[in-house]
């Protein structure tokens, strides 16, 4: 069985390249962390078949709530990133949401709609 874990961002915030990779990195980190509690087999799992992600895009920071609510009743973990202020946007920003790392299925049930960053 597949695994993976989506960062899902805004598109709106218009982020460079390079704080869009730092939040992301960011959001990877915390959802692992949030797992090796949580969800300690699909980490697991996840980690023995290559840890694949995918980054996602929505409009706005409204459309992430949703997609976690979704994501925790369907069992996942979850991590949402809110920067610190120190470069391009106010501090409390709220830049992505990840889901995962679970089974690929359940996964894009609750993402699968998304388009790719």
Do not use: N
């Not at 989506?6 to 709106?12: C, E, H, M, P, T």
């Not at 409009?59 to 120190?86: N, V």
Request: proline share 3%; with cysteine; hydrophobic share 45%.
């Amino acid at each position: 069985m597949a695994y993976k874990m989506v960062i899902v961002a805004r598109k709106d915030l218009d982020l460079s390249k390079g704080k869009l990779a730092a939040q992301v990195g960011h959001a990877a980190v915390e959802c692992t962390l949030k797992a090796q509690k949580y969800a300690k087999d699909a980490l697991a799992e996840w980690l023995s078949v290559g840890q694949m992600k995918a980054v996602l895009k929505v409009q706005s920071e409204k459309e992430f709530y949703p997609l976690k609510q979704a994501a925790e009743r369907a069992g996942l973990c979850t991590a949402l990133i809110t920067d610190a202020g120190h470069t391009e946007i106010p501090a409390g920003t709220v830049t992505v949401l990840a889901i995962g790392p679970g089974p690929e299925s359940t996964v894009d049930k609750v993402t699968g709609h998304l388009s790719l960053l």
